[in-house]
């Protein structure tokens, strides 16, 4: 991509984003966020959240041709077992590249 | 003896310190998660200063990566924008949330609360709104200044010194560490975890043109989760 298009999408994006943020506080602050807004924002986290944690989970691009990568994927459950009971980003992923490691090192 | 004004000042002064205290807790997950994003850009060969445009235009983690990866892969411009966005669209709900606490803000500091709104200066925040405690809007503007000043300080980091880490310690794996560590809370209840098998699952087996794998799967994760709040209303437990 050329050097000015990088800058036009950095720029479109952060316009973008900050629209979301500016919506209710000050774009619409007299609206109410319709209920089916709602309950479609709700979700969004979880299912974004996970579509970029999985593909990285295999061995190749996704599509046909992709395995799941072993170290990777029972580091990830490691990962989520401990991001669940400690809600700590810093054990998160310090266990979690200890796993993936340590996994390298034996296989 | 103090004027109400000062008093006025002195309670708004106090709220905005108590903010940015509350910002200690949450150091040990946004200083690598800033240091993450700003290495992720600079690894997709952005330049220093569209690494940092990034980190400040954009400021949202998850969509810096994803935007940095999509850049990498050398997918259009608008899909960049699309998917980046998508995965920002989260901050319409903080907005409605936030905005009845505004009210009492002038124009441009609405504008400022907004640029600087974040998933923990609102989680904080709303957290000090139930437990009915007074002084929400300038406890706010303390915990997301500074997270903002912090966020750009480990982003400027990772882009300077990320390079410098060797490709063969799979740092990579942070990334998905970093977004497995913000996911898993929210797994609170059976349509969320729908919402995010159902986004996995289609970001794995999708193979779509101009790298729109993670705008499809997205809509599936969400369109899965309201089909299972539908079809099985009973059962629902989540806000």
């Known amino acids: 991509m050329a050097e000015i298009a990088v800058w036009g999408v950095i720029a479109a994006l952060g316009a973008a984003t900050f629209a979301t943020r500016l919506s209710f506080i000050a774009l619409f602050a007299q609206t109410e966020l319709p209920r089916w807004l709602r309950r479609v924002l709700y979700y969004v986290p979880p299912a974004v959240l996970a579509a970029i944690v999985a593909p990285q989970l295999l061995s190749g691009a996704p599509g046909q041709h992709a395995a799941p990568d072993a170290p990777r994927v029972v580091a990830a459950l490691l990962a989520l077992a401990i991001a669940w009971r400690t809600r700590s980003t810093l054990l998160t992923i310090g266990l979690g590249m200890a796993a993936l490691w340590g996994m390298r090192a034996l296989l | ?239």
């Open chain 2, 1 to 239: 003896m103090p004027s109400p004004n000062d008093e006025d000042r002195l309670a708004r002064r106090s709220a905005f310190l108590a903010g940015a205290r509350a910002c200690l807790p949450l150091l040990p997950g946004i200083l690598p998660f800033g240091m993450v994003c700003g290495a992720a850009a600079a690894g997709a060969g952005l330049s220093l200063g569209q690494s940092f445009a990034l980190s400040w235009l954009v400021f949202a983690g998850s969509s810096q990566i994803v935007a940095a990866q999509l850049f990498a892969s050398g997918a259009p411009g608008w899909v960049i924008i699309a998917t980046g966005w998508a995965v920002n669209l989260r901050f319409m709900m903080y907005s409605a949330a936030l905005a009845p606490h505004f009210r009492g803000f002038s124009g441009p500091r609405r504008w400022l609360a907004a640029y600087l709104l974040t998933d923990q200066a609102f989680a904080v925040t709303l957290a000090r709104i139930l437990d009915g405690r007074p002084g929400a809007s300038w406890f706010y503007l303390g915990i997301a200044a500074t997270l903002w000043l912090l966020w750009q300080i480990s982003s400027l980091a990772g882009i300077l010194l990320g390079a410098l880490i060797p490709q063969s310690w799979s740092v990579d794996f942070v990334v998905a560490l970093t977004f497995i560590g913000v996911l898993a809370p929210l797994l609170r209840d059976r349509n969320m975890i729908a919402a995010a098998v159902a986004g996995g699952g289609a970001a794995v087996l999708l193979d779509l043109p101009m790298k729109l794998n993670l705008m499809a799967a997205a809509v599936a994760g969400v369109a899965a989760a309201l089909l299972l709040e539908k079809l099985w209303p009973k059962s629902q437990s989540g806000a």
